[in-house]
Nanobody, 124 residues
Framework: QVRLVESGGGLVQAGGSLRLSCAASGLTFSAYCMGWFRQAPGKEREFVAAIDWSGGSTNYADSWKGRFTINRDNAKNTVYLQMSSLKPEDTAVYYC?????????????????WGQGTQVTVSS
């Protein structure tokens, strides 16, 4: 059974930082692109960042490019999202996803498995 478990969310002041983690089990982690998405209340899930199976290629949505960094540790079956210079508009539930294949995927439909999400709240 595939499980993705996010952690590291919380309440932080604007300008602060958080590091999200997503621990995967029940799959061959290195065979998957890993991505982070977010969903704000009343909005659709949207792409934040993704990293290919090797960690050699990444992609970021423009809104978070330069402030967020995605990386992965295949030995630990874990993907991370380092979030810096946080803004109130970054407030959302953040989800990690696993998409089978060699690419760097940016669409929800490309992902086969999802975690339960972790809440990030940025206060002004």
């Amino acid at each position: 059974q595939v499980r993705l478990v996010e952690s590291g969310g919380g309440l932080v002041q604007a300008g602060g930082s958080l590091r999200l983690s997503c621990a995967a089990s029940g799959l061959t982690f290195s065979a998957y692109c890993m991505g982070w998405f977010r969903q704000a209340p009343g909005k659709e899930r949207e792409f934040v960042a993704a990293i290919d199976w090797s960690g050699g290629s990444t992609n970021y949505a423009d809104s978070w490019k330069g402030r967020f960094t995605i990386n992965r540790d295949n030995a630990k079956n874990t993907v991370y999202l380092q979030m810096s210079s946080l803004k109130p508009e970054d407030t959302a539930v953040y989800y990690c996803g696993a998409g089978l294949g060699l690419g760097v995927y940016t669409t929800v439909s490309s992902y086969d498995h999802w975690g339960q999400g972790t809440q990030v709240t940025v206060s002004s």
